[in-house]
């Protein structure tokens, strides 16, 4: 088998979900571990696994066809070929009518030969681009500039490879006595400036950009100060569905000003829109293509970045804008935004909008007009690149000023980050939680938890990419201690380094002014920038997070000498990151540095446990003190009541292990499994 269709596997014509597209949020997640195991059953060459699955996927999703044509691609091989042609009509009926694409796939293969399966080609070719009956068609819904559209069933499709809405607009051209009418009622930030370069045809305004609220009218953007932004609403079967609030879910043809100043506040999980894409497996990737989407995106901190709390962001992520404070703490960063888009020259942000650099662009440009920012190098310092920012640092006219002196020739371009070689903790011996250490790999922003306590610093390698091969990279600190951080490039632009990274914990950083932070932190961030001409390029970060749950002591020689956790549970950690655990770990080293083991000593229990250097536990000992007999550790959740997060247990297995030693010196020993 070398083909089979498959959202996000081949770039084919793939039919859209035939039910209420407003539904795909709930069967997405189902969907996307079906098609996972599909890829596996695929790859292995297991038929009858994939059939099984497809049925799975016909149950979940029954109107949908691309299920049916991938179970006629498995039933094609059965001996009997009828249910697979009858699959493959019904497919054909539910809209899956690409005539080239089945005449090409070699999973039906063995129907080509018959005449039913040249019969149903030619019925797919007939029927190709006609609407499928009792199936409603998705067309742009047609707006006027300014005045509110609504996302509705028939201007929205689901986009399979995404995992995100697709709403289609379609706007009439205001007249030029109306734009000319808006350019006086702008009511937005740097007024005179805007409204001079507009009455000069040299400033962009707001004519087709869209605002979209996702806190249900909670924290809104003043649309009429910013004439001919359309205000975007969420119609009735949308809000049934309760898709109208949180964190985005759709994509445009059009720029996008966006705010959700709401949090989870109760129950264990609480967290601020940031953090909840920070500690997700899948929507930092999804936020990526929002901000590529020409989205700007604004949440506030609420309870993540507070005196109490401290900085509780694992992760630096350059996709939006996080506002120190809760509700409305927003609300000068949007209007700070929406008068820098209308300050862009028109060819600019034409140019920005074809190369999907707006957000990232205005980004940069938000960054170092910051207050903080004294000079212009001060913009690749932490002075410009918080994970939260203070509305007190914004400086709306320089941010404006700059915006509208850009031109497409001097548009800074991004830096593409890439890991290419990574530390590999083990699970059980390094680390004893249930999720890696690597948090997410996307494009412009790389973040760890560094889980893994063995050595005191963590390594990694990464490549960096931009535009212009010739282009030097440039790697600075952003927050941390530089005494602790090496970052040695390994070519001579610097587009390879190797990052070292020591043990940071929790701490509070140094200011670029000498000062200490006010909040402590658990993170080290890592800037990568270019410079083109007098620009320097939106950040690409790499971060590193500590656990705070946990105290680590390291010897002077960097090996770890113990990990308290029981003593640390008292702190505040992302219960989606790590769970509490009520022991000390106190390791053991032979003469020449070899790790031995380590004791465990829970709190309140008489007697430690011994550990082997594999992670097994000590059940029976030699003459001299030594390891003789061992069993795995499994580790488990156990929930720990209402409203708290669940702990960290652990439970002998049925998995045993023999050491033995090569003489009285051997103290490391070699290990057997039990057959």
């Given at each position: 088998?070398?083909?089979?269709?498959?959202?996000?596997?081949?770039?084919?014509?793939?039919?859209?979900?035939?039910?209420?597209?407003?539904?795909?949020?709930?069967?997405?997640?189902?969907?996307?571990?079906?098609?996972?195991?599909?890829?596996?059953?695929?790859?292995?060459?297991?038929?009858?696994?994939?059939?099984?699955?497809?049925?799975?996927?016909?149950?979940?999703?029954?109107?949908?066809?691309?299920?049916?044509?991938?179970?006629?691609?498995?039933?094609?091989?059965?001996?009997?070929?009828?249910?697979?042609?009858?699959?493959?009509?019904?497919?054909?009926?539910?809209?899956?009518?690409?005539?080239?694409?089945?005449?090409?796939?070699?999973?039906?293969?063995?129907?080509?030969?018959?005449?039913?399966?040249?019969?149903?080609?030619?019925?797919?070719?007939?029927?190709?681009?006609?609407?499928?009956?009792?199936?409603?068609?998705?067309?742009?819904?047609?707006?006027?500039?300014?005045?509110?559209?609504?996302?509705?069933?028939?201007?929205?499709?689901?986009?399979?490879?995404?995992?995100?809405?697709?709403?289609?607009?379609?706007?009439?051209?205001?007249?030029?006595?109306?734009?000319?009418?808006?350019?006086?009622?702008?009511?937005?930030?740097?007024?005179?400036?805007?409204?001079?370069?507009?009455?000069?045809?040299?400033?962009?305004?707001?004519?087709?950009?869209?605002?979209?609220?996702?806190?249900?009218?909670?924290?809104?953007?003043?649309?009429?100060?910013?004439?001919?932004?359309?205000?975007?609403?969420?119609?009735?079967?949308?809000?049934?569905?309760?898709?109208?609030?949180?964190?985005?879910?759709?994509?445009?043809?059009?720029?996008?000003?966006?705010?959700?100043?709401?949090?989870?506040?109760?129950?264990?999980?609480?967290?601020?829109?940031?953090?909840?894409?920070?500690?997700?497996?899948?929507?930092?990737?999804?936020?990526?293509?929002?901000?590529?989407?020409?989205?700007?995106?604004?949440?506030?901190?609420?309870?993540?970045?507070?005196?109490?709390?401290?900085?509780?962001?694992?992760?630096?992520?350059?996709?939006?804008?996080?506002?120190?404070?809760?509700?409305f703490s927003d609300q000068p960063?949007?209007?700070?935004?929406?008068?820098?888009?209308?300050?862009?020259?028109?060819?600019?942000?034409?140019?920005?909008?074809?190369?999907?650099?707006l957000a990232p662009v205005l980004?940069?440009?938000?960054?170092?007009?910051?207050?903080?920012?004294?000079?212009?190098?001060?913009?690749?310092?932490?002075?410009?690149?918080?994970?939260?920012?203070?509305?007190?640092?914004?400086?709306?006219?320089?941010?404006?000023?700059?915006?509208?002196?850009?031109?497409?020739?001097?548009?800074?371009?991004?830096?593409?980050?890439?890991?290419?070689?990574?530390?590999?903790?083990?699970?059980?011996?390094?680390?004893?939680?249930?999720?890696?250490?690597?948090?997410?790999?996307?494009?412009?922003?790389?973040?760890?938890?560094?889980?893994?306590?063995?050595?005191?610093?963590?390594?990694?390698?990464?490549?960096?990419?931009?535009?212009?091969?010739?282009?030097?990279?440039?790697?600075?600190?952003?927050?941390?201690?530089?005494?602790?951080?090496?970052?040695?490039?390994?070519?001579?632009?610097?587009?390879?380094?190797?990052?070292?990274?020591?043990?940071?914990?929790?701490?509070?950083?140094?200011?670029?002014?000498?000062?200490?932070?006010?909040?402590?932190?658990?993170?080290?961030?890592?800037?990568?920038?270019?410079?083109?001409?007098?620009?320097?390029?939106?950040?690409?970060?790499?971060?590193?997070?500590?656990?705070?749950?946990?105290?680590?002591?390291?010897?002077?020689?960097?090996?770890?000498?113990?990990?308290?956790?029981?003593?640390?549970?008292?702190?505040?950690?992302?219960?989606?990151?790590?769970?509490?655990?009520?022991?000390?770990?106190?390791?053991?080293?032979?003469?020449?540095?070899?790790?031995?083991?380590?004791?465990?000593?829970?709190?309140?229990?008489?007697?430690?446990?011994?550990?082997?250097?594999?992670?097994?536990?000590?059940?029976?000992?030699?003459?001299?003190?030594?390891?003789?007999?061992?069993?795995?550790?499994?580790?488990?959740?156990?929930?720990?009541?209402?409203?708290?997060?669940?702990?960290?247990?652990?439970a002998e297995t049925a998995n045993?292990?023999?050491?033995?030693?090569?003489?009285?010196?051997?103290?490391?020993?070699?290990?057997?499994?039990?057959?």
């Amino acid at each position: 088998m070398r083909k089979c269709l498959f959202w996000g596997l081949l770039a084919v014509a793939v039919p859209v979900f035939a039910g209420n597209v407003f539904d795909m949020p709930r069967v997405f997640p189902q969907h996307r571990l079906l098609q996972q195991q599909f890829v596996q059953a695929f790859r292995a060459g297991k038929t009858a696994e994939m059939e099984e699955i497809c049925r799975a996927g016909i149950a979940l999703m029954p109107d949908d066809p691309t299920w049916q044509y991938n179970l006629a691609c498995a039933l094609a091989y059965r001996a009997d070929k009828a249910e697979a042609l009858a699959a493959l009509d019904k497919a054909i009926v539910m809209g899956f009518r690409d005539s080239k694409h089945i005449a090409e796939d070699n999973d039906l293969k063995p129907l080509a030969a018959m005449p039913e399966f040249k019969a149903l080609l030619a019925k797919a070719a007939a029927l190709q681009g006609k609407p499928v009956e009792g199936v409603a068609q998705v067309a742009p819904t047609t707006g006027i500039m300014g005045l509110p559209i609504e996302i509705t069933a028939t201007n929205t499709v689901w986009d399979f490879n995404l995992g995100a809405f697709q709403t289609l607009f379609r706007f009439m051209r205001p007249e030029a006595a109306k734009i000319a009418e808006a350019t006086e009622n702008y009511q937005g930030p740097a007024r005179e400036a805007i409204v001079g370069w507009l009455n000069e045809n040299q400033a962009s305004g707001s004519f087709g950009n869209l605002y979209l609220n996702r806190d249900d009218g909670h924290s809104v953007l003043e649309v009429g100060k910013f004439p001919g932004m359309t205000p975007v609403l969420y119609g009735a079967e949308a809000k049934a569905r309760n898709l109208h609030s949180g964190l985005p879910n759709g994509l445009f043809d059009f720029p996008v000003i966006g705010n959700a100043s709401v949090a989870i506040t109760a129950g264990p999980l609480w967290r601020s829109m940031p953090r909840a894409v920070q500690t997700d497996p899948f929507l930092p990737m999804l936020t990526v293509q929002f901000m590529l989407n020409n989205q700007c995106w604004f949440y506030p901190a609420h309870r993540d970045y507070t005196p109490e709390a401290g900085d509780l962001y694992l992760a630096n992520l350059p996709y939006y804008v996080v506002s120190l404070g809760a509700s409305f703490s927003d609300q000068p960063f949007m209007q700070a935004f929406a008068a820098a888009m209308a300050a862009l020259r028109p060819e600019t942000k034409q140019a920005l909008i074809l190369r999907k650099q707006l957000a990232p662009v205005l980004q940069m440009v938000f960054r170092a007009t910051q207050k903080t920012v004294k000079r212009p190098e001060d913009y690749l310092s932490g002075a410009a690149h918080p994970a939260v920012f203070d509305a007190a640092n914004l400086d709306v006219d320089a941010m404006v000023q700059m915006a509208h002196a850009l031109t497409p020739d001097t548009i800074p371009p991004p830096v593409m980050l890439r890991t290419v070689s990574d530390a590999k903790a083990e699970a059980g011996v390094d680390f004893f939680d249930l999720r890696p250490e690597g948090l997410f790999d996307t494009p412009f922003a790389i973040a760890r938890v560094v889980r893994g306590v063995l050595t005191r610093d963590r390594t990694m390698t990464l490549e960096a990419t931009t535009v212009n091969p010739a282009s030097t990279f440039i790697w600075t600190v952003l927050q941390g201690d530089e005494t602790k951080i090496t970052i040695k490039p390994l070519t001579p632009n610097a587009s390879c380094v190797e990052i070292t990274v020591g043990y940071h914990g929790t701490y509070r950083p140094t200011l670029p002014d000498g000062s200490q932070a006010a909040l402590p932190t658990s993170r080290v961030d890592i800037g990568c920038f270019v410079k083109a001409g007098d620009y320097y390029s939106p950040p690409s970060i790499v971060s590193f997070g500590y656990l705070a749950n946990e105290e680590r002591v390291y010897r002077d020689d960097g090996l770890i000498q113990s990990v308290d956790y029981f003593n640390a549970t008292h702190r505040y950690a992302d219960p989606l990151l790590t769970l509490p655990k009520s022991w000390k770990d106190t390791y053991a080293y032979d003469a020449q540095g070899k790790l031995k083991g380590w004791t465990r000593t829970r709190g309140g229990a008489t007697l430690p446990e011994r550990f082997t250097f594999a992670g097994h536990k000590v059940q029976a000992l030699d003459n001299l003190n030594r390891p003789m007999r061992a069993c795995a550790i499994q580790y488990l959740p156990r929930q720990q009541g209402e409203n708290m997060p669940s702990a960290l247990s652990t439970a002998e297995t049925a998995n045993y292990f023999i050491y033995t030693y090569a003489s009285d010196d051997d103290f490391i020993g070699k290990v057997d499994a039990v057959k």
